[in-house]
């Protein structure tokens, strides 16, 4: 038994083995390259950054996609993460610099063109880049360390490096807080800014973390002093980033968590039949250290005692302790003047959304319908020539059909005609059928 483990052992080793194809100067040489924001960087991360600020104004996921490809945003991240690991602090300095100068930039593209945009709205793709969660910490982290191991190799893969790319999405909150500039909305800056420090400080520790275990070779010093007192600066300075990047991940894991019991606790209620004379209209969760909040409203039967302290006691089924929940109803009993106006006012807005999708799908539809009929009526007036003309032909159809060209992979959308024959080919050519 003990044979099998120490080969299974050996095995596992062999397989997850990165320093053979480990190119250490390469790598370095790769980082240090992409750390510097001058010329052609520049205008690329500008143009990109519009890109995906086009594509959060307008909701459009490909587009941000795209623009995250096309940025050259991890560099200086990477830097850092090397600089630490090397224990170079003249690589350090470097690495800061051009990080402060690619948020300079990007915060200046993005303010400038919230600011000219017609469209001030702030899509879904916006507001998903205000909040951080432990989920983007997560891809940050583990985007990062794949980031680094795919620059270590000696064959670089370009497919890896631009997945990280898109995981990490560095780019979208930079987008986000110069919209939140732009429009006077600093929550959305502030939020969308942390959300960014996150991802860079994670993808940056994942790059140290890979550095220290592929056992890259650090700076040497012809001076020890000075060795030892750069070490310690290094030291400080990622204990400064580090306590409160600790204290930041642990909150979103606790706000994370917090939002997971508070859906699950909202779900439960609706699928109750203790509550079933009492509809669940709507629910709001609001997270606090010191007390979270959620808020849910009724419209029906007044809840009774019994089942207000029910909903209070899950909470802490559904480890919501110290949450502070609030109640609203609409129904039987007395509800504050204030709380009636808010819930008819949320009704009457919910209506009118309802029925402006309802009309917008209806004139789609009328819209298609008319083009329908028009194409039937052209239809019948060719059919009533074809009679005339071409006696052989049965019947036809026409569709579009969309056409791929191969070599280029192009593509054309072009009308086909379907014809069925009342007489076979040899037919038409011994009938001599011509136009």
């Not at 170079?88 to 400038?112: E, G, P, Q």
């Not at 009724?298 to 089924?317: N, P, R, S, W």
């Amino acid at each position: 038994m003990k044979l099998f483990f120490r080969k299974l052992y050996v095995r596992i080793r062999t397989l997850s083995n990165l320093q053979e194809d480990t190119n250490v100067e390469a790598t370095i040489a790769s980082i240090k390259k992409g750390i510097e924001f001058k010329g052609p960087n520049v205008w690329i991360l500008a143009f990109a950054i519009i890109i995906a600020s086009v594509g959060l104004n307008v909701n459009s996921t490909a587009v941000i996609i795209g623009a995250m490809l096309v940025s050259p945003l991890m560099g200086p991240i990477n830097g850092i993460g090397l600089a630490i690991g090397c224990v170079d602090m003249d690589l350090l300095k470097h690495s800061l610099k051009h990080l402060f100068i690619m948020v300079l930039i990007s915060l200046l593209a993005s303010t400038t063109y919230f600011l000219l945009t017609p469209l001030s709205d702030a899509q879904s793709e916006l507001l998903a880049r205000t909040t951080p969660t432990i989920y983007d910490v997560l891809i940050a982290f583990f985007g990062g360390m794949a980031g680094i191991v795919a620059l270590s190799r000696k064959e670089q893969s370009i497919t890896i490096i631009s997945g990280v790319a898109i995981a990490t999405a560095l780019m979208p909150p930079l987008c986000t807080a110069g919209f939140g500039l732009a429009t006077g909305q600093f929550n959305y800056f502030f939020g969308a800014f942390y959300l960014f420090f996150i991802n860079s400080f994670f993808i940056a520790l994942a790059t140290f973390v890979m550095v220290r275990y592929l056992h890259f070779p650090q700076k040497n010093y012809l001076d020890e002093s000075k060795r030892k007192l750069v070490k310690r600066g290094i030291t400080l300075f990622a204990l400064i980033v580090i306590i409160p990047s600790v204290f930041i991940a642990y909150r979103v894991v606790r706000e994370t968590a917090f939002n997971s019991a508070a859906i699950r606790f909202v779900g439960s209620i609706q699928e109750n039949e203790l509550f079933s004379e009492a509809e669940l209209f709507s629910s709001r969760r609001e997270y606090s250290r010191k007390e979270p909040k959620i808020s849910i409203s009724f419209i029906g039967k007044q809840l009774t005692e019994q089942q207000v302290e029910y909903l209070h006691k899950q909470l802490a089924v559904y480890g919501l302790e110290g949450t502070h929940l609030e109640i609203r109803q609409m129904g039987g009993g007395t509800l504050d003047i204030g709380a009636q106006t808010g819930l008819i006012t949320d009704i009457l807005n919910k209506k009118d959304m309802q029925i402006q999708h309802r009309d917008s799908l209806i004139e789609q539809m009328t819209l298609e319908l008319e083009k329908i009929h028009g194409s039937a009526v052209a239809y019948r007036k060719i059919a009533q020539e074809i009679a005339v003309q071409y006696p052989m032909i049965e019947s036809f159809a026409v569709a579009n059909a969309v056409y791929t060209h191969t070599q280029s992979l192009s593509q054309d959308t072009l009308p086909v005609l379907f014809v069925r024959w009342s007489a076979g080919p040899d037919m038409l050519v011994a009938g001599k059928m011509t136009d």
